[in-house]
Structures are given as structure tokens and as C-alpha cells.
């Protein structure tokens, strides 16, 4: 095999992206909330001592607040592109947290984890990315001890065949591999695979008004900047981007959505 024969490494989220997801959502974050929306997806959970895997741990925000807030024994954050995680390692560092804070590059698919071996499978808003819940569902519950967790936030489909051409549109502008799935197939795949105490809980009242403020943030108060950085063209297409969120979040089609279920 020849160099010119490898397939390039998966990126979807170049730099330019990263600095628009940035500065809307805050420094290690590429979805929103911050570190009180990772607050709200562990409320009531107490992960002292825990070992904690985050799956598609992005810029490494999450797993940062984890290691710092939580007690944890140690985290791990996985992700498929390398620039991410380089990002991440960095985030760590600068915060003190590189014995704690681990970031490792994977290939998609099954997990590189030992059976039982975790306390804790965590996700911010990564899984998405993938398409099949149910292999998902039970790859999380091999990897969990007994009595582990699954604490996550994700974006849902709020329809059950069919999107609506407004969805379409905004699946087409946001130009990522999404693998939408609704909270009934969430909820089935999670029962299937012998999770109990499952739970989930709707954020799109939520993220409705704060998209709106986003927005209008990225128009106004982070425009120069960011168009200084990344150029007009780049931000306005994403300024678009946010416009068709927006009308599918007010269609319902997407959900931001809190997912938690125990391994028994």
C-alpha cells in the first residue's frame, strides 16, 4: 500500500468550527451548556472514586469539569479525530489535570474497554454520531460493573419516520454525520441491551431560548472576532446553520435530550 492509499483520518470539525462552537458555547465545549448542563446530566449521582469513561469526549470541556468537580478515580476521554484530541491533552495540562484527565484517539465502532471495567459510561452530546443505538446500548452495558452508570446528553429526533423538509435542510447545512434516533428507540435499545432505572428527560423547552440568545450572540456581540478568524463567509453560513436549528427545535423535530440508565 502506498501513502497516497490511506484513507485520510476523519475530521469533521476543523479549526474553523471549533472556534465558532467555541466561542458561542465556551473554552473545551462543542455543544451547549457548559459545564451546568454536565452538572445536570450527573445531578444526584456521586462519582467519588468512580473510573468514568466520557465517549466522544470533543475538546475535552466535560472531562476537564469531571475530573475537577466530581472525585473521580480517573477519566478517560475518547474521541475519533486526532485534533480533538490534542485539544484535549492541552485542556488537561493547562488545568493541572494530566494524571487524572486521559485522552485517547479511537477508531470508530466497539469499545476498546475491558468487560466490567468502569464505573461510569458519560457522554456529552457525541453519540449522535452513531447510528446504531442498540449496539451501542449493549456495548456500554458490557464495559459497566454491576450497578455502573450510563449519564448522558444527546440529540434526539423528535419524529418517528420521516423528517420534515425544515429538518432536512438543517441536517444538510450542519454538513455532519448525524445518525438521529428518537427517545422510544433510545429507550428500547438501553431495556434491550438489561439496563434498569431508565430515564429520560426533554431539553428542548431549554435549548429553544438559549439557541435563540446564541445567535443573536454570534450576530452581534462575537461577530468581528469571529469574523476576523474565521472570515464572513464561514461565519455567516453558520449564523444560517443556527437560523434552521432554531426552526426545527420550534418543530420539535429535534430534541436535546438527558439519557440515564444502571446496569443492574
Known amino acids: 500500500m502506498t501513502t497516497s492509499d490511506v484513507p485520510e483520518p476523519m475530521q469533521e470539525y476543523d479549526d474553523d468550527l471549533i472556534a465558532v462552537l467555541e466561542a458561542v458555547w465556551g473554552e473545551g465545549f462543542m455543544s ?103 449496539a451501542l446500548a449493549r456495548d456500554v452495558f458490557r464495559c459497566l460493573k454491576p450497578g455502573g452508570w450510563f449519564a448522558a446528553s444527546d440529540w434526539l429526533a423528535g419524529y418517528t419516520s420521516t423528517p420534515s423538509p425544515e429538518m432536512r435542510a438543517y441536517i444538510e447545512a450542519e454538513g455532519l454525520d448525524f445518525g438521529l434516533a428518537s427517545a422510544s428507540i433510545y429507550e428500547a435499545a438501553l431495556e434491550a441491551a438489561g439496563f434498569v432505572d431508565i430515564s429520560v428527560t426533554d431539553r428542548n423547552s431549554w435549548y429553544r431560548q438559549e439557541a435563540r440568545r446564541e445567535q443573536d450572540n454570534m450576530k452581534r456581540a462575537l461577530y468581528a472576532d469571529l469574523q476576523s478568524t474565521v472570515g464572513k463567509e464561514f461565519l455567516d453560513h453558520q449564523i444560517d446553520v443556527w437560523e434552521k436549528m432554531i426552526v426545527v427545535l420550534d418543530l420539535g423535530e429535534l430534541r436535546p435530550t438527558h439519557l440515564r440508565a444502571r446496569k443492574p
Open 32 to 134: 451547549p451548556g457548559g459545564t451546568e448542563e454536565v452538572d445536570r446530566v450527573l445531578e444526584g449521582l456521586d462519582l467519588t472514586g468512580l473510573a468514568v469513561l466520557d465517549l466522544g469526549c470533543g475538546l475535552g470541556g466535560a472531562t476537564v469539569h469531571i475530573a475537577r468537580q466530581y472525585g473521580v478515580e480517573s477519566i478517560v476521554g475518547i474521541d475519533i479525530e486526532d485534533n480533538l484530541i490534542e485539544a484535549c491533552v492541552e485542556l488537561a495540562s493547562g488545568a493541572g489535570l494530566s494524571d487524572k484527565a486521559q485522552f485517547l484517539q479511537v477508531e470508530p465502532g466497539p469499545l476498546s474497554v475491558a468487560d466490567t471495567s468502569l464505573d461510569m459510561v458519560f457522554s456529552k452530546d457525541a453519540i449522535i454520531h452513531i447510528e446504531d443505538k442498540h
